[in-house]
């Protein structure tokens, strides 16, 4: 079975500031997908970014940047220039792919609870 | 593009009542379908999931139980409410459009007193 694990409970961040949230996890799998998700106040989830275990290339989305050390089995969210719609949980999440099925089922780690000041 | 309707957005429910949360999705056939609770200060936790119609999986045992009625709907049930099942339910669709990825409903926050 897969685990993810946030170490970080709560971080804080002063706007516009750089802010690195972290990710490890652990699966024998080789074939799998990594999300951050946010959820705001609202409680909607809102996908940030992905990556493909099988692509070398870190992910990267406006702001939003992975390091992904497939080795290691890290995999962290770096939020450039933080604004204050920014503040919200954040979710790391493992998703087995390939054949055999994982019937896409997601594993979620416990959040990290980003609050960025003004 | 996919979209999940749930239903209703918050309840609360007394010890012992039934419950059933609705979810329906638009926008693709035969859907892998998902139903997450958060309890608070936690993670999601995958509580069932459903491949086509009629056919449930349970990840956890508990109180609750899943339907898939039609294509596009899954159901989550109780005959008798626990206030451990007090939580945000989220019903998910997810699969590849592309790339693999998930589309969650706006969730219910359930309160059982």
């Known amino acids: 079975a897969q685990t993810v694990t946030q170490s970080q409970p709560e971080m804080s961040v002063q706007e516009a500031e750089t802010v690195t949230l972290s990710c490890t996890y652990d699966?024998?799998?080789?074939?799998?997908?990594l999300f951050w998700y946010k959820q705001p106040p609202s409680r909607q989830m809102i996908l940030v970014i992905r990556?493909?275990?099988?692509?070398?290339q870190n992910a990267t989305e406006n702001r939003f940047s992975v390091n992904f050390q497939k080795a290691a089995k890290s995999f962290s969210l770096k939020i450039s220039d933080s604004q204050l719609g920014d503040t919200a949980m954040y979710f790391c999440a493992f998703m087995k792919t390939g054949s055999g099925g994982s019937n896409y089922k997601l594993t979620f780690g416990k959040g990290t609870l980003l609050t960025v000041n003004p | 593009s996919q979209t999940i309707h749930q239903w209703p957005a918050t309840l609360v429910q007394p010890v012992g009542s039934p419950l059933s949360l609705e979810c329906t999705v638009e926008g693709t056939s035969n859907p892998n379908l998902y139903w997450y609770r958060q309890a608070a200060g936690r993670g999601l936790q995958l509580l069932f999931y459903?491949?086509?119609?009629?056919?449930i999986s349970s990840e956890v045992p508990q109180n609750l139980s899943a339907s898939r009625p039609q294509d596009r709907q899954f159901i989550l049930s109780s005959k008798k409410l626990l206030l451990s099942d007090s939580g945000f339910y989220l019903c998910?669709?997810?699969?590849?459009?592309?790339?693999?990825?998930?589309?969650f409903g706006s969730g219910t926050r359930l309160t059982v007193v």
């Open positions: 699966t024998s799998e080789n074939n799998y997908y």
């Open positions: 998910a669709w997810g699969g590849w459009t592309g790339s693999y990825g998930y589309t």
């Open positions: 990556q493909e275990a099988y692509k070398q």
């Open positions: 459903s491949v086509g119609i009629g056919q």
